[in-house]
């Protein structure tokens, strides 16, 4: 179903983008690959190996002009723009009686509106198309909240609402826009998290086990391949929200 298909994925360089890349690969898709500061070799060789192309795209998801090119680049390329998935995301955790505006600004300008920067220039593209898939990188502590995440929280709160927005004005052309809301996955990002904290964590995730990226890259392709499903927050968390 996904054979022969473009899809762009945000912040794939490393962690749960690399892994919604190379599951997409496998699918036979073509990889638009968009890495922030570095990317090994190895991944676009990895990506290749299952017989499509792989772009690297290098940039900013926070820079609207890096969004609008990334999407002329696919366009002028691959000619349709079947999935984006907007994973890159950062995190600057800090109580909120300390936590300064750049800390703030930073999570919003690359979580949030990176994800609009996306969606505004490639919607563009999807809904000439009449077809594609948006899938936004959430997070359970989007719908909780959670102590000392308070613009990280906000940045998921207000893609869930984006996402919502988005599948009701994109429905009448057939694209449909879902989130996915990870829980604890093992990354680069989680793997800052004292033991103790990890193990609290592990207490409250009723399957007993820390998320793996695989386990939100099939999630991924799993919206990317179902047209009914539209305006969804799918939380991939063993349990940990219900
Ligand atoms: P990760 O390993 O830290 O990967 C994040 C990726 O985003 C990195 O490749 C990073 O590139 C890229 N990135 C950061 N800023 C960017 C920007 N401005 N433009 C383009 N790319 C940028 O984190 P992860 O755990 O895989 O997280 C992926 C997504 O899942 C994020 O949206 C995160 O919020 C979400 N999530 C993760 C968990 C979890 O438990 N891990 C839970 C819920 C939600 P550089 O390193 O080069 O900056």
Do not use: W
Not at 67 to 83: G, I, M, P, S, Y
Not at 141 to 162: D, F, H, P, R, W
């Amino acid at each position: 179903m996904l054979n022969g298909k473009t899809a762009v994925v945000t912040g794939a360089a490393k962690g749960i983008g690399k892994a919604i890349a190379v599951a997409f690969a496998k699918e036979g898709c073509n990889i638009v690959l968009n890495y922030h500061s570095s990317l090994s070799e190895d991944t676009v060789k990895e990506i290749e190996s299952y017989g499509v192309k792989c772009m690297p795209v290098q940039g900013s998801v926070a820079d609207f002009e890096f969004a609008a090119e990334l999407v002329k680049t696919v366009k002028k390329e691959f000619k349709t723009l079947d999935v984006l998935v907007n994973n890159a995301g950062i995190t600057k955790d800090m109580l909120l009686m300390r936590m300064s505006e750049e800390q703030f600004d930073s999570v919003i300008d690359t979580n949030l509106k990176g994800t609009f920067n996306m969606v505004r220039h490639a919607s563009s593209l999807m809904l000439k198309q009449r077809s594609g898939s948006i899938i936004n990188m959430a997070s359970v502590v989007g719908v909780t909240g959670n102590a000392g995440q308070a613009n990280y929280a906000a940045s998921k709160a207000g893609i869930i609402g984006l996402t919502k927005s988005a599948a009701k004005e994109f429905a009448q052309r057939g694209i449909t826009c879902n989130a996915i809301a990870p829980g604890f996955v093992e990354t680069d990002m989680t793997g800052v998290l004292s033991d103790d904290v990890k193990d609290k964590l592990l207490e409250n995730i009723p399957l007993g086990r820390y998320g793996q990226v695989e386990d939100i890259a099939s999630a991924a392709v799993f919206l990317a391949k179902n047209t009914y499903i539209t305006g969804q927050v799918l939380n991939v968390d063993g349990g940990m929200v219900m």
